[in-house]
């Protein structure tokens, strides 16, 4: 439904006066900026502050008036310290527990595991805040004409409002060159400016001292967790940078300045932290270093330069889906509204955040985004805020390669290479295996043993799924030497499995066991079983994936035969009584406890694997759709997102985005934007951004789908930018519904087949010389 009439004017004459502060009075209204996120308000809690990230450092916005707060996250403070958590034990009883599993006493391999299998700690270390940089701005006075924005182009957090007449402008950028947040205060006049700042921390041993005449320096430890005991020491250093006023040190820890007419800070942060094995790094030289190298530097040019260093990845891509009234709301009002209005633009803004969301939180050299991305104001967040290698990490980089974002892989690449040493000790020691596992959390410290308890955690394929993601960051860019780097890894994992597949008695197929289908128990005892649908479809990629790679390189014959073999093996997809795909080897799946379970794990064939699709494997496609219409389509943020591009891959653009409407919507969007699990979790946002990929574009090997589900409530538009496997760029444009123009841009020449709807057509391409298609080239 649309916007009334009079609803419709009424947003466009507040969303002039919101946008335009400072335009003189009767000057013309400013159209809304569809890479804004803006509000009327200060942000009164977490979920309505507004993020900044490089990487590695990060901050919640709040808007504050009389009290800013920034509350500031580095990405590496976590609790504890490296340690090794495989029980010594789980090797001599895991014989036992399989026989239990094959004999169908699931409840008591259940008990068993959790006596003898399970990590010790049976938790992980939690990602931490490291606290809050709090700005007091004493005799404010009354405020009015208030503004804020986050510029997902600029990468910059901006607050915007008048206090006795005196305009006020408060910017933030987090700097991924100078590797620091700037913060800018002013307020209009000679002198205006008073304001009062402080660092504090929940963390232990926190001590916060003066640094020189106009800086603060906040250190500290981190906490214990679950008995391990805290390794690492970290600093936050701030500087301030007046002009004209004063600046003192009180006795409360606060710097004081006064009669300033501007001001910018510069807060730099580190920890001790080098890599998961060695926490010998210096925080306090590293800060000072940093702030060093910045002495002099304006605020102006750190945040063009951040501007320009965002932009170069960023700007790759544009979403135009049209728009409507409803655009000129604020971004909390458009997200209220979303359920009962047309907002086409509301869906390319959630898709431009994500990616903001993921430069943000994930650049080469840091950590990858975790399950708050790089946010987190806790010490003991919801899942620790860990990586959760059994759907929401890998969620996470869904929308990188299609999105044109592949630099922002790295750490997740960087993380694998370091779980896969880790991973070798817990494959010999737990089940004397060659290779490398790692079940279903990883942290900080690269753990890799099965925690939460063997309903959760005793899952051995999450080192399969991530090496999946080693070969779509190869496939996407096709660079042989980075292929070659990572061989050793898919090898190690592929390996693991050949040693450790288990005959099935019953059927006489290879299968996993101990697993299970992630976190869904079947009726029959717990959630343990052997050969779960999706370890059968993980570890067809994973061998048919290794295998092409040696292909390539041209090495590991004896390897590629061992993987041929246990391929052929492997318990195939089965439909069960209720026309569905089942999610176990037997069909309990009408037995399940939860019958609209959030976890959609068996359908990882349909998405994000190509194993099946509608063309290829018409039958599997049926039951793969029965399936989702037995789940449902609501369910939690990240699990609602991957229904998405589920009906999408059914090539249902209309199913899809009735689904992303929902999760456009309050009761999965915060008022940030944020993903709503609830609580906050990123994947969410992420999985949401592939799904609208997929409506537009999907490509398999060397083919690429051309608006594969386009839904009717989108009927024209335009993207630029996409990538497609095989180092191609896609631009797309469309009129009622219909293809208007695609531009093919190949960096790599070769065969492509290139399809919509039903029509196909193969074209033999140039590097460097783009291909224009029409609606009539698929005549």
Not at 30 to 44: G, V
Not at 62 to 84: C, H, I, M, R
Not at 421 to 436: H, L, N
């Amino acid at each position: 439904m649309s916007l009334s009439r009079r609803e419709t004017m009424a947003a466009m004459a507040a969303g002039a006066a919101s946008l335009g502060l400072g335009r003189p009075a009767g000057a013309a209204p400013t159209a809304p900026d569809p890479l804004k996120l803006w509000y009327r308000q200060p942000a009164a809690k977490w979920t309505e502050a507004l993020p900044i990230g490089n990487g590695r450092l990060g901050a919640m916005v709040f808007g504050g008036t009389a009290q800013e707060k920034l509350q500031v996250n580095e990405s590496t403070l976590w609790a504890g310290q490296p340690y090794d958590p495989v029980d010594p034990q789980a090797k001599a009883m895991l014989p036992q527990v399989r026989e239990l599993i094959f004999a169908g006493r699931i409840e008591e391999a259940e008990a068993l595991a959790n006596r003898t299998l399970m990590a010790n700690p049976l938790t992980q270390m939690p990602y931490q805040t490291l606290g809050d940089l709090i700005l007091d701005f004493p005799n404010l006075g009354e405020t009015a004409t208030y503004h804020r924005e986050l510029d997902l182009d600029t990468a910059m957090a901006t607050t915007r409002f008048e206090a006795n007449g005196i305009p006020h402008v408060r910017k933030v950028v987090a700097s991924p060159a100078d590797q620091l947040i700037a913060v800018r205060l002013t307020a209009g006049g000679e002198g205006k400016l008073d304001c009062d700042i402080s660092l504090r921390s929940p963390q232990r041993d926190v001590r916060t001292t003066s640094d020189g005449p106009s800086g603060l320096l906040l250190t500290g430890r981190n906490g214990a967790s679950k008995g391990i005991e805290g390794g690492l020491r970290f600093a936050a250093r701030l500087t301030a940078q007046l002009e004209g006023g004063s600046v003192s040190h009180g006795a409360d820890g606060r710097l004081a300045i006064r009669g300033a007419r501007a001001v910018t800070l510069l807060l730099a942060m580190a920890t001790s932290y080098k890599r998961f094995d060695d926490v010998s790094g210096d925080p306090l030289a590293a800060t000072a270093d940093t702030l060093a190298r910045a002495r002099g530097r304006t605020f102006a040019g750190i945040a063009a330069d951040t501007a320009i260093a965002h932009r170069r990845l960023f700007r790759r891509v544009g979403l135009d889906l049209g728009t409507s009234p409803a655009a000129l709301l604020p971004t909390d009002q458009r997200i209220a509204a979303s359920q009962t209005s047309d907002d086409p633009a509301l869906a390319a803004l959630y898709f431009q955040y994500a990616r903001y969301l993921l430069i943000a939180s994930s650049r080469p050299g840091g950590q990858p985004a975790n399950l708050q991305g790089l946010w987190n104001d806790s010490l003991n967040p919801p899942w620790g805020s860990k990586y959760t290698i059994n759907i929401n990490t890998e969620m996470n980089y869904w929308p990188a390669e299609p999105t044109a974002l592949g630099e922002c892989v790295g750490p997740l690449v960087e993380m694998v290479r370091q779980l896969a040493i880790t991973g070798e000790r817990t494959a010999r020691t737990m089940y004397g295996a060659r290779g490398w596992v790692a079940h279903h959390n990883t942290d900080l410290w690269r753990a890799t043993a099965p925690i939460d308890g063997a309903q959760f955690g005793l899952w051995p394929t999450g080192g399969a799924w991530l090496c999946v993601h080693l070969w779509d960051h190869y496939d996407y860019s096709r660079d042989p030497a980075y292929l070659a780097s990572i061989f050793p890894i898919m090898a190690g994992s592929a390996r693991f499995f050949l040693d450790t597949l288990q005959r099935d008695p019953s059927t006489g197929f290879l299968v996993t066991n101990p697993s299970m289908s992630p976190e869904n128990p079947h009726g029959h005892g717990g959630t343990l079983c052997a050969g779960p649908t999706m370890d059968m479809a993980l570890l067809r990629d994973l061998f048919a994936r290794t295998t092409e790679a040696a292909q390539i390189l041209g090495i590991e014959p004896s390897l590629i035969a061992e993987m041929h073999a246990a391929r052929e093996r492997l318990a195939p997809y089965k439909v069960g009584g209720q026309g569905q795909l089942q999610e176990w080897q037997q069909d309990w799946d009408a037995d399940a406890p939860e019958q609209q379970h959030r976890h959609v794990s068996h359908l990882y064939g349909l998405h994000p694997s190509h194993q099946i699709t509608p063309d290829r494997e018409p039958a599997l496609a049926a039951a793969a759709r029965r399936t989702l219409e037995i789940r449902g389509d609501r369910a939690t943020g990240w699990a609602t997102a991957w229904r998405i591009n589920l009906w999408a891959r059914l090539r249902q653009g209309d199913h899809a985005h009735d689904i992303l409407r929902f999760l456009l919507g309050p009761e999965r969007t915060y008022p940030n934007m944020f993903d709503a699990h609830p609580p906050f979790q990123i994947d969410g946002n992420f999985g949401g951004a592939a799904g609208i990929v997929e409506m537009l574009m999907d490509s398999h090997g060397d083919r690429i789908d051309l608006l594969p589900a386009l839904p009717k409530a989108w009927p024209t538009g335009s993207v630029t930018g996409l990538r497609a496997r095989g180092r191609c760029t896609v631009d797309l444009d469309w009129r009622e519904g219909r293809l208007e123009r695609a531009i093919v841009r190949p960096e790599l020449a070769g065969a492509r087949k290139i399809r919509l709807g039903s029509a196909e057509r193969t074209l033999t391409l140039q590097a460097g010389k783009p291909v224009r298609l029409t609606l009539k080239d698929f005549a």
